[in-house]
Nanobody
């Protein structure tokens, strides 16, 4: 599975951005798609995930109510709408996919990774 992320950029605090990720190749192995992020000097952390079969989602606590993940199975895409962005959301965001159906937050349990897209929130 190949993943191509897009949509990062520079935004002011309080603003919004929408990230997109397109999956190609053996997309049947991407039962779950999601996003991780990594800020400078910090470890990669889970952001959100969606299970393609039933649309079930999971979010890290700090983004609940602000971020919305959604899947487009017809286009093999996943989107992350980020509202009310803060400086703490600044990071490189990575699209990921896994063949298992559990919405795990553990980066080591994900099978496929795309290149990162940089999100910078100015305070």
């Amino acid at each position: 599975v190949q993943l191509q992320a897009s949509g990062g950029g520079l935004v002011q605090a309080g603003g919004s951005l929408r990230l997109s990720c397109a999956a190609s190749g053996r997309t049947s192995r991407s039962a779950v798609m999601g996003w991780f992020r990594q800020a400078p000097g910090k470890e990669r952390e889970f952001v959100a995930a969606v299970r393609r079969s039933d649309g079930d989602t999971r979010y890290r606590d700090s983004v609940k109510g602000r971020f919305t993940i959604s899947g487009d199975n017809d286009k093999n895409m996943v989107h992350l709408l980020m509202n009310s962005l803060t400086f703490e959301d600044t990071a490189i965001y990575y699209c990921a996919a896994r063949s298992g159906s559990f919405l795990t937050m553990s980066a080591g349990s994900w099978d496929y990774w795309g290149q990162g897209t940089l999100v910078t929130v100015s305070s």
